[in-house]
């Protein structure tokens, strides 16, 4: 009869029970027959395996020795490649966190690339404007020249521009092309850098220099919005012989950003017009005279309908001379007020530091959210892929258990 | 082959805040190398296929030493994982009962023991040859792993509550093999 004292027989009692009095007896904490039967049965187990052969032993021993020595980077230089790599997978987490800093930096820099290059999206639409402004300015003087021609009085015209960085007295026509005895048109447009807040305040300055230049607004337009790109336009009808003073006086409300001035030389058509109007006078004086020694009533009517007809050519002529010189002496200026971001740069305050800081801000979190987005389901495939290449490895295992 | 018990005191020193490094390494395996290939010859039932799983084990602890989390169990915990799986990878690749292992060395060694002793361990060597294989390895990695439940849960890849679970009942199918011997034995 076989004698096995199995140290559980016989006995009911829960899992925890059971488990708890084995774990005591095989550390030692417990004595008694019970603790004394578990050891034994441990024993009986580890008693069915056989040592290991002492040359397994050696070799085991070399075997480790080479692992060490392929492993170890002093003894082994070209596997220092190998080794740098095992202590990168040992650091999991910090290669995990720098490969997370490369690509929030390579995310970063796609998204702020563009705007490096100074024409930011908020910022396209503002600093467009000057240049369009002048392209209509162009296209405006290649409009009139035509027509100054078709009165057969060829019109001189110039402009002249300039950036406010590379120029920093605004240009003027006058000292180059104006001349005493020729009646000229002058027109300018300007552009002025404001933060957003400061639009409003800078076109009403606008406002009041053309007012005590003695001219006057012909129409504005001014869009405040908060967080939001904000600008003014304006257009100015002011004395030609205060033009220059007005373009210095807006100067100095905000910081200039471009200035153009154009110069158109109307002295023909005025000169055709004074002429029309002093051949229609000259016509009206003959017909007087003539109306004066008629005799008979039908030369009377004949001539007072002429005499009609003359005086309203001179009205013509009148308002066609004085629309002339009201061209030569009042000049247009259009003003625009750019609210852009980068007029912020331009001198250092408490308002403007912070107001940096919080678009920095902005943009860091606006990187970190696109990296976030972009990462975020990138790690997940990554770690489903690898949970789930385990978990299948794993089941692979376990089920190798059921099979025998 | 360590004495129970012995592993605690050596691994106290391997559980401890520093570094898992080469001195600490050469400790577990000099307290951990007899009983790793007992787990293995165990399971496996081959003496080629367990020294190439202890081996393995071994080798496999020290390239991974530097990722040794101390937090999620001891490194005894991780080396009998890493044999287990590398035991079941082999028995998967060979799709192979394992067989007992030849026990003329065993027999040999008894011979000085009691009678009484022989007949038990016969009978427990025979029940555990009964048990599925899936009872058997947890017996075996809690007899030669000397492991205690947490760091058989570890082992395993299961939960602490699991373990026991299955600890348990390998442990009553394998007295109930025991007592269906005892009886035949009797009759």
């Given amino acids: ?24 007896a095989l550390s030692g904490g417990a004595e008694g027959p019970r603790a004394e039967s578990w050891r034994e049965l441990r024993e009986d187990v580890r008693s069915l395996a056989s040592p290991m052969a002492p040359g397994f032993e050696r070799a085991l021993e070399r075997r480790i020795a080479e692992t060490r020595a392929h492993s170890d980077p002093l003894r082994s230089g ?29 995310v970063a820099g796609l998204i702020v690339r563009p705007w490096s290059r100074g024409a930011s999206p908020p910022e396209a639409g503002p600093a467009s404007l000057p240049a369009a402004r002048e392209l209509r300015g162009s296209a405006r003087g290649a409009e009139s020249e035509p027509a100054v021609r ?57 406002a009041r220099v053309a007012t ?12 405040v919005q908060q967080g939001g790109s904000s600008g003014a336009e304006l257009t100015l009808n002011i004395p030609s012989a205060k033009l220059d003073a007005v373009l210095a006086s807006l100067g100095q409300l905000a910081p200039l950003r471009s200035e153009s001035q154009s110069l158109q030389d109307i ?48 009205a013509q002529a009148h308002v066609a001379l004085q629309t002339l010189s009201r061209r030569a002496g009042n000049s247009e200026v259009e003003v625009s007020v750019l609210g852009d971001r980068s007029t912020s740069s331009e001198g250092f305050t408490l308002h403007r530091g912070l107001h940096d800081a919080g678009k920095v801000l902005l943009v860091t979190l606006t990187v970190l959210l696109i990296a976030a987005a972009v990462l975020g389901p990138l790690a997940l495939l990554i770690a489903a892929t690898l949970g789930g290449r385990r978990a299948f490895r794993r089941y692979r ?8 | ?49 367990a020294e190439d799983v202890t081996a393995l084990a071994f080798e496999r602890l020290y390239r991974a030493r530097s990722r040794l989390d101390r937090g999620r169990g001891t490194p005894r915990a991780w080396l009998f994982a890493i044999a287990r799986n590398a035991a079941l990878d082999e028995l998967r ?95």
């Fill in chain 1, 1 to 24: 009869m076989r004698i096995i004292p199995f140290p559980d027989r016989g006995r009911t009692g829960s899992d925890e029970t059971v488990l708890a009095e084995l774990e005591a």
């Fill in chain 1, 267 to 314: 002295t023909d058509s005025y000169e055709a017009a004074r002429r029309q109007l002093a051949d229609v006078n000259a016509e009206r004086q003959a017909l007087l005279r003539a109306l004066s020694a008629a005799s008979t009533q039908g030369q009377i009517d004949s001539l007072r309908e002429r005499l009609s007809g003359v005086s309203h050519a001179i």
């Fill in chain 2, 93 to 187: 690749r060979r799709q192979r009962q394992p067989h007992a292992e030849a026990h003329e060395s065993v027999e040999e060694r008894d011979f000085t023991e009691a009678i009484e002793q022989v007949e038990r361990r016969a009978t427990v060597r025979e029940a555990m040859g009964r048990l599925a294989l899936r009872d058997r390895e947890v017996v075996l990695l809690k007899f030669h792993g000397q492991l205690s439940n947490a760091e058989l849960a570890r082992a395993l890849g299961i939960s602490e509550s699991n373990a026991g679970t299955r600890l348990h009942r390998a442990l009553v199918r394998l007295r109930e093999r025991c007592a269906d011997l005892d009886r035949q034995e009797v009759a």
């Fill in chain 1, 397 to 404: 295992r376990e089920r190798i258990l059921d099979s025998h």
């Fill in chain 2, 1 to 49: 082959m360590s004495s129970p018990g012995e592993h605690e005191s050596k691994d106290a020193a391997l559980h401890g805040r520093g570094g898992f490094d080469e001195g600490a390494f050469d400790a577990l395996y000099r307290s951990t190398v007899a009983d790793v290939h007992a787990y293995a010859i165990s399971l496996l039932g081959e003496r080629p296929a």
């Fill in chain 1, 212 to 223: 005590s230049a003695g001219g006057f607004v012909q129409s504005s337009h001014v869009q």
């Fill in chain 1, 78 to 106: 070209p596997r220092r490649v190998g080794r740098g790599l095992g202590s990168l997978r040992g650091h999991r987490r910090l290669v995990v966190a720098l490969a997370s800093g490369l690509a929030i930096l390579l």
């Fill in chain 1, 150 to 206: 078709a009165s057969s009085a060829p019109a001189k015209s110039a402009t002249t521009s300039s950036n406010a960085p590379n120029a920093p007295s605004a240009p003027s026509v006058s000292s180059a092309t104006e001349a005493p005895d020729r009646v000229q048109q002058r027109a300018a447009s300007i552009s002025l850098g404001a933060s957003s807040s400061e639009v409003q305040a800078v076109a009403d300055g606008v």
